[in-house]
């Protein structure tokens, strides 16, 4: 059973920054990708970055409301990504989830909460 568990969360004035982590029980990049999402309250879960590593398709993508701001790595050795935020806004404000996707299948962590407060 994959296990990905997401830290770093936390309370952060408008301007900081915060960096996430998503440490998965096995091979980070035995999985074709690996991403994160976000979900505001009463909002849609949505897509904040994504680092694809399949036969098909390699990259690194980013929504549009954080491009530039923020940024998604590996560390292969500690299995584990990571999520840099910065120049954080109260938009952000957030439950943010780690995903990997492999074989058809989609794990997710148990959510890191982020506040921003203006």
């Known amino acids: 059973q994959v296990q990905l568990v997401e830290s770093g969360g936390g309370l952060v004035q408008a301007g900081g920054s915060l960096t996430l982590s998503c440490a998965a029980s096995k091979n980070i990049f035995s999985f074709d990708s690996v991403g994160w999402y976000r979900q505001a309250l009463g909002k849609q879960r949505e897509l904040v970055a994504t680092?694809?590593?399949?036969?098909?398709?390699?990259?690194?993508d980013y929504a549009d409301s954080v491009k530039g701001r923020f940024a998604i790595s590996i560390d292969n050795a500690k299995n584990t990504a990571f999520l840099q935020m910065n120049s954080l806004n109260p938009e952000d404000t957030a439950v943010y989830y780690c995903t990997a996707r492999q074989w058809g299948n989609t794990y997710w962590g148990q959510g890191t909460q982020v506040t921003v407060s203006s």
């Open positions: 680092f694809t590593n399949s036969h098909i398709s390699r990259g690194i």
